[in-house]
C-alpha cells in the first residue's frame, strides 16, 4: 500500500457521564487507559489512545461527561468537552440505549446542532435491551439530529465495535502517522498510574467523596531488580473524607493500594511496590495551580 493511501485523524468520543466512553476505549485499545467507575464525572482530562491499523491510525479522545459544571474542576471539564469538538475529524455521540432519553443527551443534541464535523450515534449497551426497544430509541434520537451513521454497539462485551471502527475509517482523510504504531496513548505512564489509582479509591469509598479525589505520584523509579517503586498521594477537601478514605485501621487505604498495584503491573509489566498516602488539601478543585499539578494540561484551560 502506498504511503498516500494510509489515513488518520481524532476522533472524540462525547456523551453523559456513565454511558459507556470510557469502557469503549479501553475495549478498542485492548487495555486499560482510561478509568472506568460507577460515579459519574470519572473522566477529568482528555485522554487521547491511539488504535493503529495497517490502513489507518484513529486517535481517541476521552470527553468528560457532559454535566452542569459546579466548581472550577467542572468548568475545566466542560472547556475540554467543547474544545474537542472542534479538533476532530469524526464525533461520536455515545448513549445508553437501556435508558430513556434525558435532558442531558438533549443539552448534547443542542451543542451539536450547529456542527459540520460528521456525528456518528453510537447507541451502546444494547445487550441490555430488547431489539423492539432498539429500533424506538433509535427512531428517537433520529427525530432529533441528522446524524452521519448510527451503529449500535455494546462496549463491555464488544459487540459490533469492527462495524463502528469500519464506519470511522470511512470518515477519515488521507494522512500520516501521528504516533508510532505501538503506541496506545500519548499520556505520561505517571499519569494513567495516577488514574488507576483513582479508579480505585472511586470505586471503593462512598458516595459523598467521589469528587474530591484527586491523585498525584510522588515517585516513581525502577531499582536494581526491576521493582518499580511508586509513591503516590490521594488528596481530598476534608478530614472526614480522609478518614473513609483510610479506614479503619488502614484497611480501605489498603484495599485501594492493593486493586491498584495489579493495575500498574499490568500497564507497566514490572513488578510495583506501591506506597498510598492521603493528604487533605481544602477546596482543591477550585485551585487552578493545584489542579495542573495534577497532570491536567495548561492549554486545556
Do not use: C
Amino acid at each position: 500500500m502506498s504511503e498516500q493511501e494510509f489515513k488518520s485523524g481524532f476522533v472524540s468520543i462525547i456523551g453523559r457521564p456513565n454511558v459507556g466512553k470510557s469502557t469503549f476505549m479501553n475495549k478498542v485499545l485492548g487495555q486499560k487507559i482510561a478509568i472506568m467507575s460507577d460515579k459519574p464525572q470519572t473522566t477529568r482530562n482528555k485522554i487521547q489512545g491511539v488504535y493503529t491499523t495497517d490502513d489507518s491510525q484513529m486517535i481517541f479522545i476521552d470527553t468528560p461527561g457532559i454535566h452542569k459544571p459546579k466548581h472550577q474542576l467542572g468548568e475545566h471539564m466542560m472547556k475540554v468537552a467543547r474544545n474537542t469538538l472542534r479538533e476532530t475529524e469524526v464525533i461520536l455521540f455515545l448513549v445508553n440505549v437501556s435508558e430513556e432519553i434525558g435532558r442531558g443527551d438533549e443539552f448534547i443534541i443542542d451543542m451539536l446542532q450547529n456542527t459540520k464535523t460528521p456525528i456518528v450515534l453510537v447507541m451502546n449497551k444494547i445487550d441490555l435491551v430488547h431489539p423492539d426497544k432498539l429500533i424506538q430509541q433509535i427512531e428517537v434520537y433520529k427525530d432529533k439530529l441528522d446524524f452521519s451513521d448510527i451503529v449500535p454497539i455494546s462496549a463491555l462485551q464488544g459487540n459490533n465495535i469492527d462495524k463502528l471502527l469500519e464506519v470511522i475509517e470511512g470518515y477519515l482523510p488521507e494522512g500520516p502517522m501521528y504516533y508510532p504504531a505501538d503506541r496506545v496513548t500519548d499520556h505520561p505512564e505517571h499519569f494513567i498510574v495516577s488514574e488507576l489509582i483513582r479508579e480505585k479509591a472511586l470505586h471503593l469509598t462512598s458516595q459523598e467523596i467521589p469528587h474530591a479525589i484527586g491523585v498525584e505520584i510522588d515517585k516513581m523509579k525502577a531499582d536494581e531488580r526491576g521493582t518499580i517503586h511508586v509513591s503516590a498521594t490521594i488528596y481530598v477537601e476534608r478530614n472526614s473524607q480522609k478518614g473513609m478514605v483510610i479506614g479503619k485501621n488502614g484497611k480501605m487505604l489498603k484495599e485501594i493500594g492493593k486493586l491498584a498495584r495489579v493495575d500498574i503491573e499490568n500497564l507497566l509489566g514490572s513488578k510495583v511496590f506501591l506506597e498510598v498516602w492521603v493528604k487533605v488539601q481544602k477546596d482543591w478543585r477550585n485551585k487552578t495551580q493545584f489542579i495542573r499539578s495534577l497532570g491536567y494540561k495548561d492549554e486545556e484551560y
